[in-house]
């Protein structure tokens, strides 16, 4: 059983930054590929960036520059964890955050099995 636990969401003023992480439980992810999502209210959801096992990262043209993702590819554990710094927060990075693991290919628009319940950041 997988189970993704995102923190590090809150409310910040613009210009501000955040880190979010993303415990993975019950996930080897050495050899697939993590992300992060957002979804405002009323939009659909987006990909923010998705992250290959080697650590190579595609980011939305919208936080490139401004976000950057890590992870943590403990390979003799169940268990990984996945950040995304963010810095010069804006109000339009509002949004519920969401981590999600196990797309083949790191893309924005892969497929992604597994996700997390979210982490809400407000940016004013």
């Known amino acids: 059983h997988v189970q993704l636990v995102e923190s590090g969401g809150g409310s910040v003023q613009a210009g501000g930054d955040l880190r979010l992480s993303c415990a993975a439980f019950g996930y080897t992810s050495t050899k697939y590929c993590m992300g992060w999502f957002r979804q405002a209210p009323g939009q659909e959801r987006e990909g923010v960036v998705a992250v290959d096992s080697d650590g190579g990262a595609v980011y939305a043209d919208s936080v490139k520059g401004r976000f950057t993702v890590s992870r943590d590819n403990a390979e003799s554990t169940l268990y990984s964890f996945l950040y995304l710094q963010m810095n010069s927060l804006k109000p339009e990075d509002t949004a519920m955050y969401y981590c999600?693991?196990?797309?083949?290919?790191?893309?924005?628009?892969?497929?992604?099995?597994?996700w997390g319940q979210g982490t809400q950041v407000t940016v004013s």
């Open positions: 999600a693991a196990g797309c083949e290919v790191a893309t924005l628009t892969a497929d992604f099995a597994y």
